[in-house]
C-alpha cells in the first residue's frame, strides 16, 4: 500500500503561482511515474503532468505547458507541481497519483486508470 498526502493548495490571486507537494509513503518502491490531475466542479479529472519517477521524463498537458515545472526528490519520496500565471480556469482539485506496477501499453506518461494510488487532493482557488 502507498499513501500519497498533497499539500500547498489554497487561494490564489490571478496571475500568482502554487507549488503544491505530494508525499509518497508506504511501499513506495518501485515507482514508476507521478502524475498530477486536476477536477474542476462539473468537470471531469483531467491530466496536468506526470513525471518518469526513475528517468525524471517529464510530461505537461497543453493547458499548462510553458508556466508550470514538476520535480521529484526520489529520497524524500516526493513530488512537486508548481503552476505560475494561474488563471481562474485553474481552480480545481489537485490529486497525485502514483504508478507502481508495470502496465503492458507502456503508456508514456501513463493513462489515467494506469495509476494504481490516488490522493485525496488539495484545493487550489484562483481568484480573478
Known amino acids: 500500500q502507498v499513501q500519497l498526502v498533497e499539500s500547498g493548495g489554497g487561494l490564489v490571486q490571478a496571475g500568482g503561482s502554487l507549488d503544491l507537494s505530494c508525499v509518497a509513503s508506504?511501499?513506495?518502491?518501485?515507482?514508476?511515474?507521478m502524475g498530477w490531475f486536476r477536477q474542476a466542479p462539473g468537470k471531469e479529472r483531467e491530466f496536468v503532468g506526470a513525471i518518469n519517477w526513475n528517468r525524471g521524463n517529464l510530461y505537461y498537458a497543453d493547458s499548462v505547458k510553458g508556466r508550470s515545472a514538476i520535480t521529484k526528490n526520489n529520497a524524500e519520496n516526493t513530488a512537486r507541481l508548481q503552476i505560475g500565471g494561474l488563471k481562474p480556469e485553474d481552480t480545481a482539485v489537485y490529486y497525485c497519483?502514483?504508478?507502481?506496477?508495470?502496465?503492458?501499453?507502456?503508456?508514456?506518461?501513463?493513462?489515467?486508470?494506469?495509476?494504481?494510488?490516488w490522493g485525496r487532493g488539495t484545493q487550489v482557488t484562483v481568484s480573478s
Open positions: 497519483a502514483a504508478q507502481t506496477r508495470k502496465y503492458a501499453s507502456g503508456n508514456n506518461p501513463p493513462h489515467p486508470d494506469e495509476y494504481d494510488y
Open positions: 508506504g511501499r513506495t518502491s518501485p515507482t514508476y511515474y
